[in-house]
């Protein structure tokens, strides 16, 4: 039973009131979405895989001073984040044509690109979150010049970290999308990362065998999903199954 106060529910993800002011719980879901819902499954145990995936990147961001969102996880799915102001926009990272930029400029999959390219997309269910540029951006007043600029050097950051990171575990990092939010801290905003990074918004190729472990595989019916993405967190370090889902279960004893 839960008697939090539900603040927003998204596809994959539940927004709580959080224990102090300033704070939101996120609950992952099992629910894999693609096609703007038109495409919908329950999937066992992906929530737990993307906490714990989610968790690991932003403390590994928040360790070289990218701010985010991000405080402590609290349970298999819950994570304690920073409330914000989100910023309508998907902001998008790629370094390798694939999905949308593919089909829009005809470009093959898999093709380098010359540099790495932002793209903003407008967050509108109804409108199927389509293309935007700077100018729609700021004209519409969804984010200032400074806020833009501000949103695309961490961006950038971010993109070179998270490459790294995936090279050293044998993964591209083909694209990704990322959302940002304002923090307000007494008379201060400030542009800091938020939502979630994780398989299901990002693409990720093995570099030896281009086999995708991300979303695309439930996108394109290729299943495997959830092996997939253990597959990530396990070459991530990332222990799942340590601890228990309903509070006082077992609990696993180390010596
Ligand atoms: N993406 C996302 N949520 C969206 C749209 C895209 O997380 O609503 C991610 C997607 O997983 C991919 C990147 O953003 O890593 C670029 O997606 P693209 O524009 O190619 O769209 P798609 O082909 O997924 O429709």
Not at 43 to 68: A, C, M, Q, W
Not at 70 to 90: C, D, G, S
Not at 156 to 171: E, H
């Amino acid at each position: 039973m839960n008697r939090r106060r539900r603040i927003y529910e998204g596809k994959a993800k539940i927004l709580y009131e959080g224990p102090e002011p300033g704070t939101l719980v996120q609950h992952f879901k099992d629910d894999a979405t693609a096609f703007n819902k038109k495409k919908h499954a329950i999937v066992d145990g992906k929530g737990v895989l993307n906490n714990r995936i989610s968790e690991y990147v932003f403390e590994r961001l928040n360790e070289i001073g990218v701010p985010t969102h991000f405080i402590r996880r609290l349970n298999m799915r819950e994570q304690l984040i920073r409330e914000v102001e989100i910023i309508p926009l998907e902001v998008v990272v790629r370094n390798i044509a694939a999905g949308s930029l593919s089909k829009r400029l005809g470009i093959d999959e898999g093709t380098p690109l010359p540099r790495s390219i932002i793209e903003f997309y407008y967050k509108n269910d109804e409108l199927d979150d389509p293309l935007v540029a700077e100018e729609h951006i700021t004209a519409f007043g969804w984010a200032g010049p400074q806020e833009i600029d501000d949103i695309m050097s961490l961006a950038l950051r971010i993109n070179d970290f998270l490459s790294g990171l995936f090279l050293g575990i044998g993964i591209r990092l083909v694209d990704f999308k990322m959302e940002f939010g304002r923090q307000y801290e007494n008379d201060m905003v400030r542009i800091i990362l938020a939502d979630e990074i994780s398989p299901d918004s990002c693409r990720l190729w093995d570099i030896e065998t281009s086999d995708r472990m991300d979303k695309d595989r439930f996108r394109r019916d290729m299943g495997g999903l959830i092996e997939a993405y253990t597959e990530v967190a396990r070459r991530l370090g990332i222990m799942i199954g340590q601890e228990q889902e309903r509070p006082g279960g077992p609990v696993l004893v180390k010596h």
